[in-house]
């Protein structure tokens, strides 16, 4: 089949974008296609024996089913945890749209399904000229947006689908992640936004201790994810 890819982002940083790629590589595969994940640009490694890692790409090649080359599922690995355009000055980078499309056609021919997880939220800078709204741009990617369901999510929500059709990009879905397990008016919230986002809701994801991408992919309804795949 022809890729697929998906860019997901998110209200803000923390808000769950890595927990739902995961679960939506797991909910893929479970559907029978070849799935991988990358993060264009991750800001905030550590060491493992020897090796600069990132938490997030580590995440995302756990729950793919095809294994591919760490350039092309993290072609920018920056070590310090702070807004990517800073960490990138910081090691004297300079993070290039054009190497990412690079890397992500290379994940392409590898899968049937690409799942692109944002840096932060849908406009955070990755370069003096360039912000993470401009990659999704470039990648020509339809969005899947995580709202991190808190006080102020509703503002963050509609800002950032408003952001998205300014760009002219599609948003194709988007994930209600319960953060906060004593959000006020969660049902009001959640209807609230279900009326204005103009896209489906493609799951609900409660607030768990431990929360784990695969059991929360069985709550993604395996329809929606088709529909996902032919509304390309
Ligand atoms: N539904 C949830 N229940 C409990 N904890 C959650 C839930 N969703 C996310 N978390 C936790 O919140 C933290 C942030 O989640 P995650 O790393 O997925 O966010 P992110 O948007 O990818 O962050 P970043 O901007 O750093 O990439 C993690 O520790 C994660 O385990
Ligand atoms: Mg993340």
Same mark, same amino acid.
Not at 45 to 62: H, M, P, R, S, T
Not at 70 to 88: G, K, S
Not at 106 to 131: M, N
Not at 165 to 177: D, E, I, P, Q, S
């Given at each position: ?25 797991? #909910?893929? $595969? ?18 493992? %024996? ?13 729950? #793919? ?17 702070? !807004?990517?355009?800073? $960490? ?7 993070? /290039? ?7 992500? %056609?290379?994940?392409?021919?590898? #899968? ?20 993470? *709204? ?22 963050? *929500?509609?800002?950032?689908? /408003? ?8 948003? !194709? ?10 959000? !006020?008016?969660?049902? %009001?919230? &959640?209807? +609230?936004?279900? &009326? ?6 493609? #799951? %609900? ?9 695969? *059991?929360?992919? +069985? ?6 994810? +088709?529909? &996902?795949?032919?509304?390309?």
């Amino acid at each position: 089949m022809t890729p697929h890819g998906f860019f997901i982002t998110g209200t803000d940083t923390g808000v769950g974008k890595t927990l739902v790629s995961a679960a939506l590589l797991h #909910a893929f $595969a479970s559907l029978g296609y070849r799935t991988v994940g990358m993060k264009p640009v991750a800001a905030g490694a550590e060491q493992i %024996e020897g090796v600069w890692c990132n938490e997030d790409v580590l995440q995302l090649q756990a729950a #793919a089913n095809v294994a591919a080359d760490l350039a092309w599922v993290n072609p920018y690995l920056l070590r310090v945890p702070v !807004a990517p355009h800073i $960490a990138a000055d910081h090691q004297g980078v300079t993070i /290039e749209l054009p190497r990412i499309r690079d890397a992500y %056609e290379h994940l392409a021919a590898l #899968a049937d399904v690409v799942i692109v997880e944002g840096a932060g939220g849908f406009k955070v800078p990755l370069s003096a000229t360039r912000d993470s *709204a401009d990659l999704a741009k470039y990648l020509g990617l339809p969005i899947i947006l995580v709202v991190g369901m808190r006080l102020g999510c509703l503002n963050h *929500a509609l800002l950032t689908a /408003e952001a998205i059709a300014a760009r002219g990009l599609v948003l !194709a879905g988007w994930v209600a992640n319960r953060l906060d397990p004593e959000m !006020a008016a969660y049902a %009001e919230n &959640l209807a +609230a936004l279900r &009326l204005r986002l103009p896209c489906p809701l493609l #799951a %609900e994801f409660p607030s768990t201790e431990h929360p784990d991408a695969r *059991a929360m992919s +069985a709550l993604i309804v395996p329809k929606k994810l +088709a529909t &996902l795949l032919e509304e390309r």
